[in-house]
């Protein structure tokens, strides 16, 4: 244990996802050891987006303001939607320059043994987003692991009913991996394969 | 690391949860045939390229090489025996009914490393069952249940009486009673389950599944709603997973607690659409 301010600084990493205590430590007193315009400019980022980023109101992207870039760029294609379970899978898919089309985040997949159900995600909105027929294909880029695959059935039979074409992104990602490490190309081709589920 | 050697040890087991570690990394729970329940680092599983591919995800059955390690072992190989996850995830009532059979498991073997040999057969049963559709998913899952509680030696009486013995049939049922109860031993708060609820019951513990599988909607919830009481007046704790376990009939709509949803499914049929 350490002094008062030093501690709180490590307790605080510590609560970040992937921190450890060690490298709370170890980052810790690298803030300690930096210069005081570096912490500077990483606490003014931290404050900025504490103050300035929000979700989307549409598609749960993160944003600034009321919606994000994709969904107020007109050039973007209304008819296709991408559902992806995080933020950061946004951001590998628009590496890939392939999809011209918009984003549902659902914030999750479902994980019974977390106690994540269809509820805890964000499915009515995405029902929601599809009931006035604007949307007539829709890709579910879950993450190509087990969670991701229930999700995606779960979802193909809930919208199998309304008439849109569900399609799952599916050649070539390695199975059992997390979407955000797929490499441009790899995720590029498994848009061009998506291939048609029907539930 | 510490200066003491690392032994190198194999066994076959069903992993039963996997927990992100770090970047890149995952801390798998496996049920073992001979050592019991394992905890084990598997370093770079989640990289497109690791070398474990998909073979340590849930539900799946895998041979393994693993080093002892101070607090958890370390995967050093992982070969398939079968993976169960790509039938039982097409099927969301087998993937909640087979999630919350890998949870019990973990609950159920209790300390690491203590060999239980006839619980990791009953999961590997369960789980080929789910995957192969021979019944289904919620009857395969209480009957899961059931048999795990008599492996752990909380087997539910459902004759005689569960307090003295007194030979029925009885008609009351007591939770912490332990099952069945006669009219003298009957505590307060005992339920009255229908008769045919506990002839499933009974027909589920002994595998029984022609009379299991003709049994009505109102007793299997009667009876997965007793086997979910039983159980987690034992463990003292509500399974997560049990809540979720979707338990609709084949080829009703998806389960949803949205009514609106499913007005607008209805809506999108009147109206002619393809469907
Ligand atoms: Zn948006
Ligand atoms: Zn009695």
Redesign the interface.
């Given at each position: 244990m350490y002094e008062g301010a030093v501690q709180d600084l490590i307790d605080e990493l510590g609560r970040l996802?992937?921190v450890?205590p060690k490298s709370a430590q170890r980052i810790a007193f690298h803030l300690l050891a930096a210069d005081a315009a570096d912490v500077g400019r990483l606490t003014a980022a931290l404050q900025r987006v504490q103050a300035e980023v929000r979700f989307c109101v549409t598609c749960y992207n993160v944003a600034e303001g009321e919606q994000c870039r994709i969904c107020r760029d007109p050039r973007r294609s209304l008819d296709v939607l991408c559902v992806v379970e995080e933020p950061k899978d946004v951001v590998a898919i628009e590496r890939t320059r392939e999809f011209k089309g918009r984003y549902h985040v659902l914030g999750g997949a479902i994980s019974?043994?977390?106690?994540i159900?269809?509820?805890d995600l964000r499915?009515?909105e995405l029902?929601?987003r599809l009931?006035d027929g604007t949307v007539t294909e829709l890709i579910i880029a879950t993450d190509p692991?087990?969670e991701g695959?229930?999700t995606a059935?779960?979802l193909a039979?809930?919208i199998?009913?309304?008439?849109v074409a569900v399609s799952r992104l599916a050649s070539g990602l390695?199975?059992?991996?997390?979407l955000e490490?797929?490499?441009e190309v790899?995720l590029g081709r498994a848009f061009e394969g998506r291939r048609r589920i029907t539930a | 690391m510490s200066g003491v050697p690392q032994s190198l040890y194999r066994d076959e087991g069903v992993v039963l949860r996997v927990q992100k570690l770090g970047e890149a990394d995952r801390i798998i729970t496996v049920l073992t045939r001979r050592t019991g329940k394992v905890r084990a680092v598997a370093k770079g599983v989640r990289r497109t390229k690791s070398k474990f591919g998909a073979r340590l995800e849930p539900f799946s059955h895998v041979d393994l090489q693993l080093y002892t390690g101070r607090n958890l072992d370390i995967v050093n190989q992982a070969e398939s025996i079968r993976s169960y996850g790509p039938a039982v995830v097409g099927d969301y009532r087998a993937y909640t009914a087979g999630t919350a059979v890998l949870e019990t498991a973990d609950r159920l073997a209790g300390e690491e490393k203590e060999p239980q040999l006839r619980l990791f057969l009953l999961v590997i049963g369960a789980l080929r069952s789910l995957a192969e559709q021979t019944h289904p998913p919620g009857l395969v899952l209480d009957a899961f249940l059931l048999r795990a509680m008599s492996v752990a030696g909380w087997e539910p009486a459902l004759t005689d009486c569960a307090r003295c013995a007194e030979p029925g049939p009885h008609r009351h049922f007591s939770v912490p009673g332990g099952g069945i109860v006669c009219p003298s031993c009957r505590p307060t708060g005992s339920a009255m389950p229908s008769p045919v609820t506990v002839g499933l019951l009974e027909a589920l513990l002994t595998g029984d599944w022609a009379l299991a599988e003709a049994s009505q909607g109102t007793n299997r919830r009667e009876a997965s709603g007793l086997v979910a009481a039983l159980l987690q007046w034992h463990l003292e704790r509500s399974l997560r997973s049990l809540a979720l376990v979707d338990r609709s009939e084949p080829g009703a709509p998806a389960p949803v607690a949205l009514p609106d949803v499913h007005r607008l499914v209805g809506a999108a049929q009147l109206a002619g659409e393809p469907s």
């Open positions: 996802p992937g450890g019974p043994i977390e106690g159900g269809p509820d499915v009515k029902m929601t009931m692991n087990l695959e229930a059935a779960y039979r809930l199998a009913p309304m008439g390695p199975v059992g991996g997390d490490y797929a490499d790899t | -």
